[in-house]
């Protein structure tokens, strides 16, 4: 996905949050600013929004000296949602269909965004998480291919699952666990350095991803999946492939023109990208990249639990 002028106010607003979470007086999120503008003539719109918002991020960092502001909000952010996990728990095992309530909740989940949404604050928005819970359970998806999705896990052994967020992770770790039970292997992606909350190796072993998965790095730092910028080690499992689960909106970004086995997991957050994909902000996503997809369908199906 190209990056849109809508991007570029918002790549000022990124700047001034991770300033602040960063400590940084007026004087030096001022500076932030100044010098973003002074970036901002050269900002490609070629390029993905994670590529240019890396470049912001990494000015931040120098000028802050702060390279991991998120480091404590990712920590308390997969503790907060370990403490729900056992309720989510059930949540999967009462339902009509696990995997279907599984993938609801894993993009639910997803609300956890700090790149997105800057203003997110995890300690009043933590509070609503059981609230955006039990609404993922009962939405219709605006993109629902999960006919092609269920006929994908049929045909294949291993999954790539590229993840997003810290606390985010520990409801893939729901998801991950509903595909071991059909015998799937697993491997998710993590990132390689710090990236607003974006989970990193350390990350996934304290929410216990590396018992159900394998965990590797992507080698790049970027809020999504730049590929230009990930490993070749990286390249080499991601190409060779059969099924990849993408979570969340920068691997849509950076991703939805690859012709490759995607299916795109998440919940719309921005304008531009509801644009992009032709739907509203808040809708959920199950969206397939595999050649001639059926055209975009609401599922009758709610996902509802049993009662």
């Known amino acids: 996905m190209k990056t849109y002028l809508d991007c570029i106010p918002c790549f000022f607003a990124q700047a001034l949050a991770v300033a602040r979470i960063s400590g940084a007086n007026e004087n030096m999120q001022k500076k932030v600013l100044d010098e973003v503008a002074q970036l901002a003539p050269s900002f490609s719109m070629e390029s993905t929004p994670p590529e240019t918002g890396r470049i912001v991020y990494q000015l931040v960092s120098r000028l802050t000296g702060n390279e991991d502001p998120y480091r404590e909000i990712r920590k308390n952010?997969?503790?907060?949602i370990l403490n729900l996990y056992p309720k989510l728990e059930a949540m999967v095992k009462n339902s009509e269909d696990r995997i279907l309530t599984a993938i609801r909740l894993a993009i639910?989940?997803?609300?956890i965004d700090y790149g997105a949404l800057p203003s997110f604050n995890?300690?009043?928005?933590?509070?609503n998480i059981e609230e955006e819970v039990r609404n993922s359970l009962k939405s219709k998806f605006s993109i629902f291919h999960y006919h092609e999705f269920k006929q994908a896990l049929d045909n294949t052994k291993s999954i790539l699952y590229l993840g997003d967020n810290a606390g985010e992770i520990v409801f893939d770790k729901l998801l991950i666990e509903e595909l071991r039970k059909l015998d799937k292997e697993i491997t998710y992606v993590?990132?390689?350095?710090?990236?607003?909350?974006?989970?990193q190796v350390k990350d996934a072993h304290d929410c216990g991803i590396d018992k159900i998965a394998k965990v590797i790095s992507n080698g790049g730092d970027a809020a999504g999946t730049v590929l230009n910028l990930c490993s070749k080690e990286f390249l080499d499992i991601y190409h060779a492939a059969p099924l990849i689960i993408s979570?969340?909106?920068?691997?849509?970004?950076?991703l939805s023109g690859e012709r490759a086995p995607l299916f795109f997991l998440l919940k719309v957050k921005c304008p531009v990208i509801a644009r992009d994909i032709g739907c509203k902000v808040k809708d959920m996503i199950l969206k397939s990249n595999l050649p001639t997809p059926p055209e975009k369908t609401?599922?009758?199906?709610t996902g509802s639990l049993k009662t």
Not at 190 to 199: A, E
């Open 247 to 254: 979570k969340g909106q920068g691997n849509f970004e950076t």
């Open 77 to 80: 952010s997969n503790q907060f």
């Open 190 to 199: 993590v990132k390689d350095k710090p990236i607003i909350n974006d989970v």
């Open 122 to 127: 995890s300690g009043q928005a933590f509070f």
């Open 108 to 111: 639910a989940g997803n609300i």
């Open 298 to 301: 609401p599922t009758p199906h």
